[in-house]
Structures are given as structure tokens and as C-alpha cells.
């Protein structure tokens, strides 16, 4: 008697919503230690199978040590093997915020080059871009290797 082969579980698409999204961007930011500029940011990545990372911006005296709330995000969810990136958002300040730095853009683009990125604008309404929008340009591996 042959062992039972288990089917590969079906990847479902998660549809983003923004506001969720924001809400737990806006739990993650809470923990943010910003005590050099002040300026907190929360981050909440949602992975294909309807799970969210989070992540905060960690500061430190030497300033060039600090890590961005997205990028703590991405390197927390890749740490424990998840690379399946549907949708980011971003929150900073209370009910304010402002898109990825260019760093977490390249950062995002490795690992999800058509995520949806969510942010508030200056009005605090979500706004709503695909990362290609905010980083046309990125660098990669085709860079490296000579093919564009």
C-alpha cells in the first residue's frame, strides 16, 4: 500500500482592504521607538494567505542604525519564510501618514515588485498606489546581470 501524497495547499487571493490594513499599521506604530526624530511609523504587510506582519521603526543614537517600519516588516515576515507580499500600509504620526522611503520601495520591490501600497495623505484619506507608481525605476537582478 502506497503513502498518501497531500495535495499542495490552493494559494487563495486575499483582497486588500486598506482600512484593516491601516488599523493594524496604526496597533504596530503604538510600539515604534522614535525618540530621536519623533516621528513614529507603524507598518502592516499583508501576505497572500490573509495573514499581517507588522513592523515599527526602531531608532538609535547612531541614526544610521535605525530600521523603517517597512523594512522591519518585510525582514520579520521573510525571516520566518514568508515571501508571498499582497499589500503594505503605512501609518505615521497620529492619523497622518506618508508613503515607503525609497530604501523600504527597493526593499519592497525584491521580494514584491507589484505590491499595493496604502498610506494616508495630508488629510488623512487611505490613498492607494502600486508600488511600480511610486518606484519606476528599480534596481535588480536584471541590472546585475546586464539584461535590460
Given amino acids: 500500500m502506497s503513502a498518501r501524497v497531500p495535495r499542495p ?85 497620529e492619523g497622518r501618514g506618508a508613503p515607503p522611503c525609497g530604501s523600504c520601495r527597493q526593499v519592497l520591490h525584491e521580494f514584491a515588485p507589484d505590491i499595493l501600497v496604502f498610506w494616508r495623505d495630508a488629510r488623512g484619506r487611505i490613498v492607494r498606489r502600486k508600488l511600480g507608481v511610486l518606484l519606476a525605476m528599480p534596481f535588480d537582478l536584471k541590472m546585475l546581470r546586464g539584461k535590460r
Fill in 9 to 93: 495547499a490552493r494559494r487563495r487571493r486575499v483582497a486588500p482592504d486598506g482600512a484593516a490594513l491601516m488599523r493594524a499599521a496604526d496597533r504596530a506604530r503604538r510600539r515604534a521607538y522614535a525618540p530621536y526624530s519623533e516621528f513614529p511609523v507603524g507598518a502592516a504587510l499583508l501576505l497572500r494567505d490573509g495573514r499581517i506582519v507588522t513592523g515599527c521603526n526602531v531608532e538609535n543614537a547612531s541614526y544610521g542604525l535605525a530600521v523603517c517600519a517597512e523594512r522591519n516588516a518585510v525582514f520579520k515576515a521573510v525571516s520566518e519564510g514568508d515571501r508571498d507580499f499582497v499589500a503594505i500600509a503605512v501609518t505615521a504620526r
